[in-house]
């Protein structure tokens, strides 16, 4: 081919990156590998293949961990725990800065090892994976440093097992890996069968940084040994990212145990183009959204919402740039597109994208020639789908993307927002107003303004809905490995149940029956059915509604249809909260008369009452102070860290201080913008059930707040199992109940086993955390 050809046919010539140095790297381990336990090689047992998907061939013998190797991981892992947080910030933020350059000079076998083992183009592990992974450690080396001073009151956990993917194993690595030892914890960690040879690499890496042995402890294998990892009582908190059917998995198996838990799961992002968008920059976003790592990514953006207006003119020029892409060798330079991970995974896009032509779909498939061998599949685009389509709502991941038009804002929201998933969200206008008015509205842990799948170590980064919970990278992503030092001591429940069995009373006539408070009206309970409270010397006071099912159904379904309270200001809300204080403060004596009743003396009584009006005054204070944050992230713009609502909250109150405990429950919640369905302390009810009087003369909008009383037992489950209930706060004894239930919607669970002191241990961070999430908005500055 001469000069004049290559001009006319606008042709790449090969450039192949060399192999030579991962693969002498592979072979100085014979091609087979142990597992990486308290420092040095572990040999296996089983192994199985690990093979290049862009050729079939294999790479190395990986070995399958049992329970006893995970038992012989954890027990490095917490020997060694005591002398690594014996350690100063400053000493392990050095183990963390000598990681990240020992990365930085490896960073070649790393790129090409990755590359030869996921199939991913080396422009994307040279120029992302790696250097991501290396601003990881950096970033974490500088907040081991700063831990004592900038997390006070917090501790590391204990060792922690961390569980992750195929789709960029290096990088999910150092996402877990960096911050958890960053705050003093130790790791046991599995990558996935497909993709472990990085982090076989990366554990040699460490004990070249002189890493302490047992700190990190690399257990090869399947979903077998996420399992033993998963289930180690030894192990006080699981990291995971994955599907959402393991992530469900993994929050039923961990129910009860106290383990903390972060998900990381699947999603299907929308990337709405507005008309005004600048089209061809829009173009490349989506390439860079759904056919970046071949859409194996998580937050692929896989759902391309279109203004009509604009809708065919951006296909075709979509269509256009799609069929140029370079599908084929990964490790060519000039490859946009490289080898799926596995056939299985190819045969599970090819169904699903079939699935979707039954459906109607038009399939636009690009016209690339793809290799003969090894496992790819073309850039693809379906268009004429539905809202409801199985290729529209399922996570196909791959490089499959499908578009949907609409007409206004407004439609492009609910088309957004029509999914289980909640993981990130791309907008492209050439309004900022616009792309800001929509950017809150969208339901997503993360959302790119005219930029898509923007990382860095600064910001965090997580889901909602079924994507999951918890965030890595950022301040806010720390605390996933932190938990409080303990508190001052728990004040002893001095009071005794005073529940007898349910009994039928007569709701006619004369009813002395304190109603539960759904929708912002008195209600009696649906089952007709009601217990009796006693006072400290067993004589009856009144009987409560013994509350079902149904009523939880009701109170949820008044909370999810009142959202005027999430869309108030936090100053408009403020105000209703200094109001309900004002409105406690009048009623004073009626409810000190309430807690007497109860068996407080008149002093305690007083003392829980004042208590509880300043508790409402603390959070009024801080409905408009919570800030968010902008982070430093190294690109040209913004990424603003925005608290937002959770949405319906679920809480089920202690019997402890039962005025206070309510009040420190729903005041946090309220201030940060949710909606709430409480139920009562079981035994101590009566606080709780008067408090309507308190939201009824506040303005506070029907609907925000309901009250339930009955059976703890009884109510716990159909609140944590509910779909509409978004995060559930459950005080009590039972927690495997209510975080098993929670796995339906996986929802956020804040599950406290322990008695709490609530007059000096019921306020602070912890509940405003608790009462929002974070929302990362990506922003950059320039033409
Ligand atoms: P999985 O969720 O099955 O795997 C993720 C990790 O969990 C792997 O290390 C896997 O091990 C491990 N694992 C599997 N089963 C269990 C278990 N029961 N207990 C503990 N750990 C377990 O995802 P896959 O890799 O199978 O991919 C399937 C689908 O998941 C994809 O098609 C995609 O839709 C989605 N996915 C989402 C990702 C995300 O980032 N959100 C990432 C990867 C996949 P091993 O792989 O060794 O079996």
Known sequence: MNIKDIFHTMDYGKAPESAELALEWLASHNNTFGHHINGSWVKGKEHFASNNPATGQELAQVAQADDKIVQKAVNAANKALPDWQALSGHQRGQYLYAIARLI????????????????KPIRESRDIDVPLAVRHFYHHAGWAQLLDTEFPDHQAIGVVGQIIPWNFP?????????????????????PAEFTSLTALLFAEICEQAGL???????????????????????????????????GRWIRQATAGSGKKLSLELGGKSAFIVCADADLDAAVEGVVDAIWFNQGQVCCAGSRLLVQEAVADRFHDKLISRMNKLRVGDPLDKSIDMGAIIDPRQQQKIATLVQAGVDAGASLNQSSVELPENGCFYPPTLLTDVSPSDQVVQDEIFGPVLVSMTFRTPSEAVALANNSRYGLAASIWSENINLAMHLAPLVQAGVVWINCTNQFDAAAGFGGVKESGFGREGGKE???????????????????????????????????????MYIGGKQTRPDGGYSYAINDTAGDLICHVGLGNRKDVRNAVEAAAGSTNWSGMSGFQRQQVMYFMAENLSYREEEFAARLMAHGHSKKAADAEVQAAIERLSYYAAWCDKYDGQVHSVPMRGVAMAMHEPIGV???????????LSFVSLLAPAMAMGNRVVMTASEHFPLPALDFYQVLNTSDVPAGTVNIISGEQAELCKPLAGHMNVDAIWYFGEDSETVERESATNLKRSWTVTEVRDWHNNGQGSEFLRQASQVKNIWTPYGE
Not at 649 to 659: F, H, K, N, T
């Open 649 to 659: 909250i679920g809480i089920q109150c202690p019997d402890e201080a039962p005025l």
């Open 212 to 246: 302490p042995k047992g700190v990190l402890n690399v257990v090869t294998g399947d979903g077998r040994t996420g399992q033993h990892i998963v289930n180690h009582p030894e192990i006080k908190k699981i990291a995971f990212t994955g599907s959402t059917a393991v």
């Open 104 to 119: 930085q000079k490896n960073s070649r076998l790393f790129a090409v090892l990755e590359t030869l083992d996921n199939g």
């Open 477 to 515: 992503g720390l605390f996933e490995y932190l938990k409080n030092k303990p508190g001052k001591s728990p004040a002893k429940v001095t009071a005794k149940s005073t529940k007898s069995k349910p009994t039928s009373v007569n709701l006619n006539g004369l009813d002395k029956t304190p109603k």
């Open 170 to 190: 290096l990088l999910m690595l150092a996402w877990k890996i960096a911050p958890a030892l960053a705050t003093g914890n130790t790791v046991v960690i599995k």
